[in-house]
């Protein structure tokens, strides 16, 4: 046992191997020394990229207005409200596929 939530049990011994099994809640990560090692390695050369290292973003194409939803006011048509800044249209969003099959958003039993 590690502390009181991390179980680590010898599975198997073959030779100079050693197989083992670790049961630990879902929340915690495990990971083995060398693969460990590599992604904090990783994580160190990434936080040390200067922003003036990284490729510049080419110019974006504007943003076309989102076309009105039938039987709703367009956001620049609602009333402003006392005391709160104007509303400002958000940037065009794709729409989603409604021709994909819907029975893989619902949660599996």
Do not use: Y
């Amino acid at each position: 046992m590690i502390g009181d939530e991390i179980l680590v049990t010898v599975m198997e011994i073959s030779g100079s191997t050693v197989r083992l099994g670790i049961e630990a809640p879902q929340g915690i990560s495990i990971f083995r020394e060398e693969i460990w090692l590599a992604v904090k390695e990783e994580n160190r050369a990434a936080a040390e990229v200067s922003v003036d290292a990284l490729p510049p973003v080419e110019a974006l194409p504007p943003v076309e207005a989102s076309p009105a939803v039938e039987g709703l006011p367009a956001v620049d048509a609602l009333p402003a409200v006392e005391g709160l800044p104007p509303v400002e249209a958000p940037p065009a969003a794709p729409m989603e596929d409604s021709t994909q099959d819907s029975s893989k958003d619902e949660p599996e039993s």
